[in-house]
């Protein structure tokens, strides 16, 4: 029995096949190999606050995502500038002085970089109370140009007291029974006979304290 060869047209319909196939193949393995972005997501404990000199805050949180899913972290804190008022330590903010602060914050991992996402805040470290110094609610002045010095005590929300903070003297009324006098804050004057009444100011914090003017005979 002979066999029959194919035609060459035949032979050249097979070759195209072939090759059709071989095409087809090599593009199916063609795959996108692109890789979407990753989504990191740091959600900072605060944005700018206030705190009270004294106090320290619990230990501040770290929340951090990638790509929707919570990953492990321990939050790191900077203090840039301002670092007479706050200072961080174990993962806390401590209120030293009066004034303000410039802190960065970051998630910390052993997968990361230091600096892979910053968050910027500002702190404001305030006086939450003031204290008039005297045994009695009142000051008595008994003849004209007679001076008395008011003091108030700048103090911690657990009462110590906050030296070297200055503290603002202004009047509330009684304007002609007593002054301030200028240069020398809280040195008042007494003027004529009634009741004046003085604020102590420091930062949110304020204090009054009553002045009479009693002229002896």
Do not use: K, Y
Request: hydrophobic share 50%.
């Amino acid at each position: 029995m002979r066999l029959r060869h194919p035609t060459s047209a035949a032979r050249r319909r097979s070759v195209a096949a072939v090759l059709a196939a071989a095409l087809w193949l090599a593009g199916a393995t063609c795959v996108d190999v692109t890789v979407p972005p990753v989504v990191m997501e740091f959600t900072a404990p605060f944005t700018d606050s206030v705190g009270n000199i004294g106090d320290v805050t619990s230990a501040l949180p770290c929340q951090f995502r990638v790509d929707g899913q919570a990953v492990s972290c321990r939050l790191g804190i900077a203090v840039v500038s301002g670092g007479r008022a706050v200072h961080a330590a174990h993962d806390s903010l401590f209120f030293d002085n009066l004034g303000t602060a410039t802190v960065e914050l970051r998630p910390l991992n052993v997968q990361l970089a230091a600096d892979t996402i910053v968050r910027r805040a500002t702190v404001h470290s305030v006086v939450p109370r003031l204290a008039i110094a005297g045994r009695t609610t009142e000051d008595t002045l008994r003849f004209v140009g007679e001076e008395r010095t008011l003091q108030a005590l700048p103090l911690s929300r657990s009462g110590r007291i906050l030296a070297g903070i200055p503290v603002l003297w202004t009047q509330v009324s009684g304007e002609g029974v007593a002054a301030l006098v200028p240069g020398i804050q809280g040195l008042v004057r007494a003027l004529g006979e009634g009741v004046a009444v003085f604020r102590a100011s420091c930062d949110t914090a304020t204090a009054e304290r009553r002045v009479v003017v009693a002229l002896v005979p």
